[in-house]
Structures are given as structure tokens and as C-alpha cells.
């Protein structure tokens, strides 16, 4: 494949194929918002390092980020606090179910990665106490790469999951009794959950991933994070950012991404383009099956695996 | 850096920059004949794509090859069994240290993956039981690849192994009790400790991995796995390759990798070239801490990193 | 020993050996107004079926009564709600240090038994959903039984308890998370911290457990358990009651028992009598030194163990 | 109840109550010989301390004794080692099920106590370590103490147990990994199958149990432990001697009791008497479902439980 190419075959060529799969999982149950989004719904977009985008499907309709925005407070809080973070969040895999309390409490707090749910917390905790405005920073954020202003939290989904945010609250406690978050739990609760509800389409998302494929440096040319540190986050989605199902996305699609609950997956081509795939219905490990099936397909199809 | 480049300006900068590194690490000490290495030996090797090896150091001498088997096992598996395979040994990284009987038990007997003792036990145990003779079966492959028919079984070290082999009888104990090991535990022990104590070069493991960077084809043209499967493998290595420290080998150096508690690690640079490189000074971890660090001074320098 | 003896005699032979224990322990230092008690205090009570009491020592000096209060708690849940509260919370000892959320992801949300934090939690937050009053039908309880009505809850304790409640808090949200908490986290928190914050000396806390060796009844005549209910706590405080030292207390006490970080022990000698010790120095399991010491004393003396 | 009444009446009104048990439960089914037993048999004896028996159903009817040797072998192996024995083994209950690996791990190869198979087997290796051959050595003191010649091992058991040993095999050689087995582990499992597969009846077990109710005193006279160690093993069998049934058994029953996978149950009334139990049919914790009930049929009706 040339550079020259247009990605525009290739994802219609997709679209079509992943229009046969027979069954396309469940959307996300855990709050009524997620759960009533339509499994058959299908949007892909790849941008190219210069913001070209490229789309199909509903790439241009906003779903729910959820987990996907994981990666992007990573990135904001390691381009303040640097390698210091890491005494306070690993970089291996958890090889547990992404809520599991076990590895915490034998590792005294501190959560094996920044893309498990404690892990994230954690992020951004620190980001919290850095900036005073976590979720406000990772909005102006995405709003600034992805060129639309228009991105915003949904309320009602924030709201949804502090409602049913026991799991978490008890993972912010846990940390706090190893002295590991810095903010009171339901400050802190009230800015993950904000994070997570940020709406955005695939166009916004793979946009906004550009910096991953550009080593480091953001849509206006300044740099956000060194060559080094945007290989780091790029290394740490490839072993850790679709929970318990990483071995089989780096065999299947091996690329480095993160999906969400929302049903959307961001993926990184370095030094060539990103990718944002959404498709609500998700399998049982809660990644977006049309989703994985497509971005598969686009590896095989294109040769752009690092494999 | 062109194809047409050679290896060997690099290799040399890359071992004298080694030779300044402080620490070490200690060999392995729990077989007297790893403990007695000096860990201050440092050599590896480059083979290209055709079989041109660049080396430096000692990159002729013979160490003891150990958990770097596991890959050509599992390759040798695969071709035979294919997917069936993986409905014994799981592909996501393991989260835990790699004698762990925690997971295993939690998960009924199916190991997380391939490169954990529990999964190399499995993964030999059904090469065994096609073939006859792992253990003959994996030499054979290793003399063919590298071209050296002067490799061979290090009696001493698999007789070492074997008195010290509790912690792997309990591992082939406890799954066969789950009914995931079909040979007498003994005469499975045997073959899985013969095979890690094949003794080899940086220049013979370098060219003996060649089929994962041509695709899956051996070094005669004739395929052993196909394009699928060695995606797969190297997947496999890049995610659980390094016991515990996938995640920060992944970002370090970028590419799919297995190290040995020998102090050998082997590497891939899918398309282009294989590595390995060998000192016995190992980190708490378990890998070559000279080795790590070459690596990732490798990809530094070539920018041949898969980030 | 025959019925018409006096405790006395044993008693103080008992304080006189005690007063040799080389070492005391050290007092709990999880909150400072624990950590200032001195570790050589020492009081001990015993109170016969009638409500006759003899003591000697610091048995009249009130100290913080903290985990004693969930057999009291127990008993109270136990008599409105019987044997549905067993779906709630288990009978079994919990082989883990007393904090522990393994098993508690383990077995879905339901604590081991009443007697860890989070057993404790589902007691008092099932009492509280009953009464709208926990903390207060405890203390009414206390009172009653002890004929002290100076009896109180120390806020000072309590308030401190709190502030560094996170592992507790944890505990309640994920059992919330699993539906097995009816109460909001806060509030509930508040009744446990204020039930564990009251003080009682010995003397009131030996008549209070007198009903457990009274088969239920309580100090004016009326029941309070059934007779089976009863043996139900005194098994529950033996195989329970001591946090991960159940089973050496069991054989060198041999008595049904419930410790408390505050230093204080009940027992109960079925049948026969109750007995409270005390003292602030505590064991690497946060049981008293001093306190499992002379209860020891006093079965080998007395005869009384129920072994 | 007086001594001088006699136990025929109650154990004739128990077997009539335990045959209109609805279920028995299942026999053990993971050897052929155990699970062709009928779970409605049942037999039932109490031994007085003079060594005078009473019994009902097929109480003088051989079955497999199992776990219930437990308690004779640690009871040998603490008479010659004394309290030496507990650096090796724990006394405190396990919390998990009965064969669990976890917490053998996270305790370095010590067992939480000598009933889960974990600890049977430290205690075995050790006796047979000061014996030369633990089995014969409580094969000789369950004959003298049963006043019954004819007690042996069943072979087919025996070999059958062994053929399906995998799970203590592994067991055992994780032991060994850390330094807490002395023996060579297939010697180990030949001499711990043996003891398991020892055939005797109700009346047998009871009178062999018989030193527990006189405080360590054998058959003959003779003292085989101290007051104290018959106290410890009475509250180790209390705690710990059901499986993970250990609280419930505590508060049906209240007595010191061990149960084997055959069937059969063991108590002890210290100072009183003693019983077994037998029928083949197991509850899901591997206790006898029609054995526990009549145990709790006869601390109701005799009023003799600890409690």
C-alpha cells in the first residue's frame, strides 16, 4: 500500500463485510443509556497524519467514549508529571478481569496499568491535583485536535454512572487506605465519570488520537508528549487497552488501541494514521465486536500490522 | 536506514555502549551450572531476512537456550495442530509471576499462554504426543534452521532441572488433574527439561527464528506456519514474551521478544530481521539486563521498532 | 471447681502472673487516640449467670469497646431477622487477614462470616435498615444489660475512625456493588464507626454478654435469642472471633470469644459464667497480649474450657 | 444426663428420625469403589470412656475411613515431635476449599492446618520421616486402640486413590519446592493413600477416637499426649476438621469432629465419650449429609455439645 492511496475502498469494503456478521453482542447493560443503543449501528473513519479523514457508516454520528478517554488523560498527565507517574501506576498487563480488587491488594495499591479502571483513577487523580479541572483539560483537549468544538459531557450518563458507581468508589478507597489518590473519593468519582461521558464521533476520535501516529506532537505542530513517551502510551495500549482480550487483539488486529464500553475502539498506525471504529454491541469481554471484525479486516486488507 | 545497509556499525556501538553499563544483574542460581556464568559475557547477532548473520562479542558461543524454546515449540505445535491449540492454552498475558498456580487453578487448568511454564508444559505435552519425541522434534527444527548440526542436549543441565523440578511437577500435576495433560508427568518432564537445555549461539537462535520475520517460511522456502499463525506468534511474544515485564519490554524496545533465564533473549522485527543476544546477568525479573538494554538501544538507533 | 466458689482467688493470681509478661504488644496506631493508651493497663472481669461480678485490675475503666460490639450487633440482627440473615453473611472462618477483599470478590459480595469488617458492615447496615437507629438500639442494649446507664459512644473515636475509614468504605461500596448493602455508603459508615467508638469497661461488658451463657436470656428475664440462636453466636465468636487467630485461640483459650483492637476480650463459659479482660498492648494479629494470656490462665486454673 | 444412663435409647430414636431424611446426598465419585456405596446405609456409635460401645444400623460395618486418619497421624506425629510440628503446619482454618493452592502459595508452602490435604501430607512425610513407614505405623495403633486385629488397608482403594492422585501430587511437590517435604514424593503419595484407604467400622473409629475424651490417654493406660496436646488437637478438629463446613458443623453439632469422603464422621465429648458416624451419601462440602444430621439429632437430645 502507498502512501498515495485513499483509505475510502478499503472502508466501504469493510463496511460491507462487517454488514454480513451474524451476530453483533449486546450493547453495554450496566446503565440505561449505553443499553439502548442499537447493536446494528456501524461507523469507521481513519484520519491521516495531516487530518485528512476518511470515513463510512455513522463515523460522523457521537457515541459515548467511555474507556477510550483512558488514553488521552494518560497522555495529558505523563506530558506534565513524565516518568514520575510510573511509581504511582504500572505498565504491565493485569491478566484479570478489568475490575478485579485481587492484584491490588497484593500490590499494595498501585494498579498494574493506567488503562484498568484503578489505574485510571489514579491518572486522573493526578491530573485532577495538577490542573484543578481534569475533565476540563481532556475537553478543551479533545476539542482542540479534533477541531470541533462543539464535543461536550452528557450529563445524563455522567449522572447514570455515579449512580451505579460502587465498583469504583470502592477501587478510589482501596488506593486512598494505601495512601494512593490525593483528591476526596466523590471529587474524584465526579471527574471520572464526566471523563467517560464525553460524546464525540469516530471522525473526533481518530482525529484526536493523531499525536500517537505523529510521535508525540499535536494538530497545531506543537509537541504534547516526547517521541519516547508517545511510544510508551503506544506500547502500553498494544498490551493493555482492550482488557482481557489484549493477546487476542495484538494477534487478531496488532495495532496498538483502546476501546470503551460505548462500543468504539481507537487504533494507532505509527508514523502512517489512526483509526476509530464504533459499533455498540460488545462481547463478553466487553470489546465491540463489529468493531475488533473491522479493524481485523483493515490490517489484513492494508498490511498496516506491526506484525 | 536502507535495506541495503549492514548491521555491523550498529552492533559495535551498541556493544560498546554495553560494556559501560554499571550493574549487570546476577545469573540465575538455581541450577549450580547457570549460577557459575559470568555475567559480564555479552555477544549478539542480526540475521537478515536470507540468512546473512552480523554479530559481535561472543556471538558464536553456546549458552544454555532455556525458556527461549518455548517459541519454536509452540511454532511446531501450531503447524501440526492449529487452532485447536489454543482450546488448551490461552493467548492474554498472565498478570502474574510465571510459576504462578493462582490463575491456573482460578481458570480450571487452561494456562494463560504459551510462555508460562504451566503453557509450555501443555504446549510440549501435545507436541509429544503427535510426534513421539518433543524434545528430538525441536532439536531437529533448531539444527535445520540455524544450519548447525553441532547443537545438542546439555545432559548436565537437564539433569540439574530435573532435581530441581517441583514447582513444574506440581504445574503437570495440576492440570492433569483438570485433564489438560495427556503423558505420564514424568516422561513429560523429561522431554520439557531436555528441551530447555539445548545449548545455542546468538548466531544460531538469531537464524533459527528467521520463519518469524519471512512470514512463517522456514529457511529451506518451505512454510511452517502460515502468514496467520506467525502473526500470531509474534503477537504472543510481544505480549507475554518476558514474564512479568511484557509491558515495559513492549515500550522499551518495540518489538515481539522471549527471553531464557540463560540470559538469552531472541527478538523480531517482523519483514526485515531477527535478533538475539545473550549476557547472564539477569534483573529481578528474570531478564538479561545487557540483553534488554541492547535491544532497546537497537531500536533506538535503527528505529526498527514496531511503535 | 464447684459452683459456690468465688472468682476472686483466681483472678488475682492471674493479674500477678500477667504483671510478669515480659512484652505487651503494642497498642493499635491506626487512629492517635488508640495509640496513647498505656500497654501495661490491665483489667479483668467475671460475671456470673445472676449478674454477680468480681474483678481486679482496671476492670472498671472504661476503653474502647471497637470490634466487641459485633457480637452484641449479631445477636441484635439475629433476634429480629433470624436465619434469613445467614443468605447475607457467612458462618465460616475467613483464613485471611481480617480486611481481605479476595474472598470477597470470590463469593460474590457475601462476607465469610459477622465477624470481619465487612460481615460487621452487612450486620449493622440490616440492623439499621430495621430499627432507622443502629448505633442507638446498640447502645439502649449496652446499657440494659450492663445496668450502666453512664454508657456512651466516644465521638472523638469515632470521628477519627472515620477519617480513616477508606478500606471500610471500600468494602461497603463493593459490596453495594454486588446489592448486598440496603443503606448509602455514608451513612451506614457512620452507625459502624459510632457503634465501634463506644466505651465500656469490663465489668460492663462481661454482664452484657451474659445472655450467651444464659442461652439466650437476657439480664431482666426476657429472651432475647432462642437457645439454638444462642449456640449459634458461641460458635461463630470460636471459630470467628479472634481475626486470623481463631484456631490458636480455640486451643489455648478453648472458649468462645471476640477481641477488639481497643485491647478488650469477652468469653463466654456456657452455662457457667462471662468474663471480659483488657489491655491496650496487642499481638501482630490485633489480639491482646496480655488479654489472651490470662483468659489462657484462666481456663488451665478453672477447668473451664470447652475442650 | 446422668453417666450412668445408658446411650441405646437416644441412638435408636436417631436412626429412626435420620431415616425419614428426604436426601442423602451423594457418595464420593471420584474413585468407582467409593461411589458404588448406598447412600442410605447408616450406622452410628458412641464409646464410653471405659471403652464400653453402643450402636445402631451398620455400625459394626467396615467402610473407607479417608480424612478421618487424619487426626490419628497428627495425633502420632505431635506425640513424638511435639510443638516443632507447627513451624511446618498451621492450626488455623483455611477458608477455601479443601484442596486450594492459593493460599499454600501466598503462605510459602505451609499449610493453614493439618486437615486440608495440604497438611495431611506435611504430617505424613514427617511421621514416616521419624517411623519409616507411617502407615504401619498407624495401622498398629488404630488396631490396638479399636481392640480389632482385623483393621488393614484396602488395596483397591489405595491404588485406585493413587491412579487419580494428580491433584496431591501436585500438592505435594509444591510443597517440596519450598523445603517442606522430606520424602520423595511418590513414597510420600504410596504411604498417604495407604493410610486414607484404611477400612474399619463405626465402632472401630469410636473406640480409636477414645484418647480424645481422656485427655490423651490411650486404650491401655498409656499416655500418648499431653493434656494440652489432646486440647489442641480437640480445637484443631473443632475449627477446622469439616472441610469449609467448619462454622456450620461449630454451631449444628458443637463438637471437636472430623469427617472423611467415605462417609464417616468422628466427635469427641471431652471427659464424656465418643462417636462415629457413617453413611455414604456427601453433602456439596463432602461432609455426610444423614452423619451430620444424626450428630445434630444427638447434641439436641443429649444436651452434650461444647456449646
Known sequence: MTSSMTFEPVLKRIAREVEQLPG????????PVLAARDPRRFGMAVA???GTVYGVGDWREPFSAQSITKVFTLALDLAREGDALWEHVGREPSGNPFNSLVQLEYENGIPRNPFINAG??????RL???????????????RAES???GLGFDTQVAASENA???RNAALAHFMAAYGNIGNPVPELLDQYFRQCSISASCADLALATGFLARHGIRADGGRLLTRSQAKQVNAVMLTCGTYDAAGEFAYRVGLPGKSGVGGGIIAVVPGRCTLCVWSPG?????????????????TTLTGLSVF
Open 164 to 166: 451505579h458507581g460502587d
Open 120 to 125: 485510571a483513577l489514579v491518572v486522573t487523580d
Open 24 to 31: 453483533r453482542g449486546r450493547p453495554a447493560d450496566y446503565i
Open 282 to 298: 460488545l462481547d463478553e469481554r466487553g470489546n465491540s465486536v463489529a468493531g475488533v471484525a473491522a479493524l481485523d479486516r483493515f
Open 147 to 149: 477541531g470541533n468544538p
Open 48 to 50: 491521516e497524519l495531516d
Open 128 to 142: 485532577h491535583t495538577r490542573t484543578g479541572d481534569a475533565a476540563g483539560e481532556l475537553l478543551a483537549f479533545l
